[in-house]
């Protein structure tokens, strides 16, 4: 590197988004997109912005969007903060409760950004393994750490820990506990209550996945109206811009949408885990839109899972691969629609024979 950097620049590599194809015609299964499109109510929202809106700063707290998902959660505008992607909360979290003698501690394997940005920060962090089934780690109560994140349900496992555990933990914790829903809208239960219940608790959501607003990046907080007052001061003065705001509003208003798109991807997310069950995958239950696909005994050998990414990328279809100890006899693979994921199907069994 070039030597201008601090220390931990220099030293760490960044994260990797998953790979965007050019071509649109493909079959796109690894970046945990929405198949389908956003709300029409979204569409008419960005017909009617208006150059005006362009022209000033937009509302630094996005109020229009906190009243809309106020009213949509039972809590008060007081309990959200807009942020631009739920990534933009976690780099808030961090900066706001973390540095070289606070640590984050978050169970593994989980989203792989935590420790880019805790790095970013000079903060340690203290990764507890999940066991094979995937529990909340009891070691997590024990850390410490001025934050702890629980992805739930965890990406890139898809698996879900009950509400209540995440209550005794937010009730043992000294310290914040930041519970990532960035998928918990296809997971049956949410953890909404706990903010009711803890002062600690900070619920992360994102516009991405069940709105199929990636592109738009809008995200929020909830939480107890101090802890956003807190996380306020961190963030930048505007950290979500006007479009944005009017059509993320416009996403969250539009529920009879919501409700319907996300049924659509729960239904095709059990056709897809059959489907992958049949060809001799073992499939994790999956509490978000995508599934996680360990390649059984059966094919693993001679056809290693690296050759079997490799090979449905040369038939135009992606999904995530994660050359990693413990993950790297799997595939991560979005809910695509019907099609996408008829294809991917008839792809794999025509690979493995
Ligand atoms: C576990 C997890 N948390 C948070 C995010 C952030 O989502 P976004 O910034 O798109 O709202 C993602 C994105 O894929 C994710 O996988």
Known sequence: ???YFRDNVERIAGYTPGFQPKATDVVKLNTNENPYPPSPEVMRALADIRAEQL??????????????AAQVHGVAPENIMCCNGGDDLLSIAIRAFCDIGRPVAYPVPTYTLYPVLANLEDCPAIEIPFDEQFNLPAGLVKTGAALTIVCNPNAPTGTCVPVEELASLADELTGALLIDEAYVDFADRNGIELVREFDNVILLRSLSKGYSLAGLRF???IAHADLIAGLVKVKDSYNVDAVAIALATAAIRDQAYFKTNVAKVRADRAILTEGLKSLGFEVLD???NFVLATVGAKHFSPLRVGQIYEELARRDIYVRYFDVPGLDDKLRISVGTKQQN?????ALKEILG
């Open 1 to 3: 590197m070039m030597g």
């Open 55 to 68: 022209r000033r700063y937009p509302d630094p707290l996005g109020n229009a969007f906190r009243e809309a």
């Open 219 to 221: 995200g929020y907080a």
């Open 342 to 346: 008829e294809k991917l199907l008839a």
């Open 286 to 288: 999956s509490s978000t």
